[in-house]
């Protein structure tokens, strides 16, 4: 971000001085309103700048110098060599990276949009992928669905962007895809958690890097039952919509399959208004119900609410919580997580895999930390997942093609059947475009971090992609209806 | 029996939420006959301020390195939202919301949309995006069992404070000179500036009363969870549906309203947990049906 000597404009009074970390040069926690990479053509990124202003609102306030750059832009579109020719390469790739910059879930976006630029700064030291310099800009997820679909578009036609990474919420992902096949545009998906993306329809252009809330889902069963081999009562509490609807499906289905006789109570099954943050009369139910294990999907800030909240009510020395979104936790509420919250990160957990092991990881943590001064949490995983993704499939097309330039109908097939090293671990994309990876779950455990002082994930169960998946082609819920099995 | 207990205090605790979080909107509504969709950032600016206050005087929490008792950071809230409203609302009210005064509500009610929107990227330029946990005032105080549950102290001090609220209100409107020049202006605008009441500076004030109500509203709340990003947006939704119950501009209407929502809610988790969010905009369709205005519109509204 403003690491790169680019121009920027900073506000923000001092940090909170919270944490021991030394926020107070922290780049992602002030807001940089001219974004790119050093090596980009001025008229690029000023654009993006003058985006960036526009963007948390969604609304663009036409300034009389954004159109000038505009019309730069334009006029390269025509000239021979800039992207789309087919067969030639590039002058430049223009990728677009689209998270939450504002709402609950700009913390969320922001740690994912950074991880997306660090990967992309470092690929451009190395020559670009395919060896075209990229230009990236980041933009905002937040606002009302047709919202975000129309900025969906005004990337590709109007910035004729060559690829769009993104999308974190399922309703928004869900929106973008038909769209992306209208256009014919390649679009990779980085967290949307949603099986119905390739479920409900096939998609031509669309590509999904990472798994979806079946993973977390399924796995948290598993762990369930790992944890609390004689367990005998649920209870859940999740947003009322569509990803805390789903997630809790998931979960039942999953946990009915491999524990019959496990009883759901029904009537603390709860359905809080989703993003509120105020639990006090669920938490007096989940209380009363004493189940063995509490279910939930609720994420981002609201989920720190609960955590915080049922924390008061010592909740968690009387039932099992098993959070399906939980990691975030690490990074906000850090130390004052509470002992003994079951947690993943879909996938991964920082030290899953082992960064002692695992080079692709342990480089990440560092430059991750060196650069923003904080640990990475999984949406800077999903990003990377997805930008190395991208990158992987143009180079497999392009060999194939024996270098020459693929198109954007190759780069989508050079796609299906991928499998690439991420610090996540092993990724494979399915024919189906969509991602499997393993899934992990821990326990906090009293014991900090000795560098951020989080605590740090105890008994660590992993499952390997094959076993939280649903193969290419299947129904998810007929799949842990019939197939899905204890390992 | 436990149960009828255990719903009445969820429900009443719920409701000392969404009266603080809805009484500076109907008031505002009541005396100046404006929308203030901006009072959701007002909340929101109180919750970042009382949130950043506590966590720059205390870093370590309760048992940190702050140079003050902890027992002040009550106080601290307090001055902190006090500080926001009376800053932050007659600078709306006069650089804004008072040069469209004359051109009607809607006029209104897109320009405070506007404010709230703007103030939302404030909020971002000022703090960041970072979550804010500045729990120490809730989590000091411990927790106490009422009826076999655990409830936490910090939460049951929240109807004292919505009391003290809605006191404050009456007394306000009712024993002081202000207060009477305010139920003049509300009868009459004209004939009180013919009087020779300052109306535009009642207006000022009562906009100001409205906005520290919102902001020491949000920063007592902040504790109890994140301070994050469009909390403002959360709140507004709410409280617009406990004044619509209540009847805009009435201030014991939103009270009842609250009451009313937060009891119902409280019904519906303990025992249809599925109608959670239902059962408030389903009390909402319902009472506007019978009476459009709300529970205490119509001609009440002009009393306050």
């Not at chain 1, 001085?17 to 974004?35: F, H, I, M, W, Y």
């Not at chain 1, 053509?41 to 663009?60: C, I, L, T």
């Amino acid at each position: 971000m403003s690491t790169h000597g680019k121009p920027t404009r900073t506000f923000g009074l001092p940090p909170s001085g919270r944490s021991e970390s030394g926020r107070q040069g922290d780049p992602a926690r002030r807001l940089t309103l001219v974004e790119g990479p050093s090596t980009t053509g001025v008229e690029w990124v000023s654009f993006a700048a003058d985006k960036e202003r526009a963007m948390p609102n969604g609304h663009r306030f036409p300034n009389p110098l954004s159109i000038l750059p505009a019309l730069v832009l334009v006029a390269s579109a025509c000239v021979p060599g800039t992207p789309g020719a087919a067969g030639q390469k590039p002058s430049e790739l223009k990728i677009a990276m689209v998270d939450f910059m504002s709402g609950g879930a700009a913390k969320f976006g922001t740690v994912a949009l950074n991880a997306g630029a660090l990967l992309l700064d470092q690929f451009n030291e190395q020559g670009g992928i395919g060896g075209v310099k990229v230009t990236y800009q980041k933009v905002n997820e937040d606002g009302p669905v047709d919202q975000v679909v129309t900025n969906y578009r005004r990337l590709v036609t109007d910035e004729k962007v060559d690829a769009v990474i993104g999308y974190t919420s399922s309703a928004n992902c869900l929106a973008v895809a038909p769209i992306a096949d209208e256009l014919k545009k390649l679009t990779v998906i980085h967290i949307c958690g949603t099986y119905h993306l390739f479920e409900d329809a096939p998609r031509k252009y669309v590509v999904r890097a990472s798994s979806h809330g079946v993973s977390d889902s399924v796995a948290s069963a598993l762990y369930a039952v790992s944890i609390k081999p004689d367990l005998k009562t649920v209870a859940a509490i999740n947003d009322d919509y569509a990803w805390g609807r789903d997630s809790w499906e998931l979960f039942s289905h999953a946990l009915k399959k491999i524990k019959p006789d496990v009883q759901i109570l029904d009537d603390a099954v709860l359905w809080p208004k989703a993003f509120i943050g105020e639990y006090s009369a669920e938490l007096t139910k989940l209380e009363a119900a004493k189940p063995d294990i509490i279910h939930t999907s609720l994420w981002g800030g609201h989920m720190d609410s609960f955590i915080k909240q049922a924390q008061a009510r010592g909740l968690f020395q009387k039932s099992q919580l098993l959070m399906t979104t939980g990691e975030t936790a690490l990074l906000t509420i850090s130390k004052d997580v509470p002992q003994g919250i079951a947690m993943t990160g879909r996938g991964q957990y920082m030290y899953v895999p082992n960064p002692e092991q695992n080079e692709q990881n342990k480089k990440f943590l560092a430059d991750y930390e060196a650069k923003y001064n904080e640990i990475p949490v999984y949406p800077a995983y999903r990003m990377v997942q997805a930008v190395t993704g991208y990158k992987y499939a143009v180079e497999k097309a392009m060999k194939a093609k024996n270098g020459a330039w693929p198109s954007q109908e190759e780069v989508v097939a050079a796609f299906k059947d991928l499998d690439f090293e991420t610090p996540s671990g092993p990724i494979k994309i399915t024919s189906a475009q969509d991602g499997n990876q393993q899934a992990v779950y821990g326990i906090t455990a009293g014991r900090p971090d000795p560098k951020f002082g989080f605590p740090v994930l105890d008994k660590i169960q992993t499952w390997p992609a094959s076993a939280v998946n649903p193969p290419p082609g299947a129904k998810t819920l007929e799949w842990i209806d019939t197939q899905f099995k204890q390992p | 029996m436990d149960q009828i207990v255990i719903v009445i205090l969820n429900g009443l605790l719920f409701a000392s939420y969404l009266f603080l979080v809805s009484a500076g909107l109907t008031f505002i509504y009541g005396v100046m006959r404006i929308l203030n969709v901006a009072h959701g950032s007002l909340y929101g600016l109180g919750a970042y301020t009382g949130a950043w206050l506590v966590l720059r005087l205390w870093p370590g929490g309760a048992g940190g390195a702050g140079v003050l008792p902890p027992a002040l950071s009550y106080l601290v809230l307090l001055l902190g939202g006090i500080f926001v409203g009376v800053i932050v609302g007659p600078f709306l009210e006069r650089a804004f919301i008072r040069r469209v005064a004359d051109r009607g509500e809607v006029i209104s009610l897109i320009l405070t949309f506007a404010l709230f929107l703007i103030l939302e990227d404030v909020m971002k330029l000022i703090w960041g995006v970072d979550p804010y946990l500045a729990d120490m005032p809730y989590s000091m105080l411990g927790s106490i069992n009422l009826a076999g549950v655990t409830y936490p102290i910090y939460q049951c001090l929240l109807p004292v404070v919505a009391l003290l609220a809605a006191g404050w209100i009456w007394f306000v409107i009712n024993r002081t000179r202000f207060g009477k020049l305010i139920v003049a202006v509300i009868a009459d605008r004209e004939v009180s500036a013919a009087l020779g009441i300052n109306v535009p500076r009642i207006y000022t004030f009562a906009f100001a009363l409205g906005a520290v109500l919102a902001a020491v509203g949000g920063a007592f709340i902040a504790p109890m969870g994140s301070v994050v990003p469009g909390i403002s947006v959360e709140v507004i939704i709410l409280a617009f549906a406990v004044t619509t119950i209540g009847g805009l501009g009435s201030v014991p209407g939103a009270a009842i309203g609250a009451i009313l929502v937060g009891l119902l809610r409280a019904v519906a988790v303990q025992k249809w947990p599925e109608f959670d969010l239902f059962v408030v905009y389903a009390l909402m369709a319902l009472i506007l049906l019978i009476k459009p205005r709300g529970l205490f519109g119509g001609i009440e509204v002009r009393r306050i």
